[in-house]
């Protein structure tokens, strides 16, 4: 079986247990690999009429029309929720609250994943029968790439066990735009790609964690291993129920 009909069963075993046949998914929509594919996957497993694609700018999002695209290509019921007055209100709130004139890079990261995740949690009580998707793939979880109770919450996780390529091979097995499939993912903030911010790429970071590591600088393997150790208390705390496919298991 492959691992498109093995995710696909597992999501509809998912509903099956935590929701009705008009249960819906809510999905926070980016426009990247993961949103796409685990929008596909749901829609397969749904029916478009089922699953909600929010898409939640900070202010002016550069790439938003690729979420509007995608959205549009399944077809899907969607909302879009500008971040920008809930973050600027709480920053300058807490600022005043601790005399604070700035706050650091790891509040500017941390905070928005986090408003994002309360408004699709709110999106879903407003709709009702409704479970949110949480969209973060094996790479980001080892690489501890994602936000605490932020893009690291939620109800179900379809690709939480996928590699990057792995979600690629997916999503186009999907049917999937290959420009969705393929576009690298950033933070949209600091212009520059994951990759970029890690200082190594995913590839890299699946051999290392596969211990094929012969083709890669041994300084480079260390780099990556340090990284893995570092976040691993990250992953731990995701208790949240997650696809796991044959080769996996």
């Known amino acids: 079986m492959s691992i498109k009909d093995e995710a696909i069963n597992w999501i509809r075993d998912y509903f099956e247990k935590n929701g009705n046949t008009q249960t819906k998914a809510v999905i926070g929509i980016s426009g990247g690999k993961d949103s796409s594919t685990v929008s596909a ?41 500008n971040i920008a007055d809930a973050y600027n209100g709480l920053t300058r709130s807490i600022k005043d609250s601790l005399g604070a004139d700035e706050v650091p890079p790891q509040y500017k990261t941390n905070t928005p994943a986090r408003l994002r995740m309360a408004t699709l949690y709110g999106i879903a009580a407003l709709e009702g029968n409704a479970r949110v998707s949480n969209n973060g793939n094996l790479s980001e979880r080892l690489a501890g790439y994602f936000t605490l109770w932020g893009d690291g919450a939620g109800d179900f996780a379809p690709l939480a066990n996928l590699y990057v390529d792995e979600v690629v091979e997916l999503g186009l097995s999907l049917g999937l735009p290959e420009e969705l499939c393929h576009k690298a993912p950033t933070d949209g903030m600091s212009g520059k790609t994951d990759e970029d911010n890690l200082g190594f790429t995913y590839a890299e970071l699946r051999a290392v964690a596969e211990g094929k590591t012969s083709d890669i600088d041994a300084g480079k393997v260390a780099v990556i291993q340090k990284r893995i150790e570092a976040m691993d208390f990250k992953k731990h705390l995701l208790n949240i129920p997650c696809f796991v496919p044959s080769i996996r298991k």
């Open 41 to 81: 996957l749901c829609c397969e497993v749904l029916g478009k009429d089922r699953v909600i694609g929010v898409m939640m700018p900070n202010g002016v999002q550069a790439d938003i029309e690729d979420s509007k695209k995608l959205c549009a290509f399944l077809g899907i019921k969607n909302y879009t929720v």
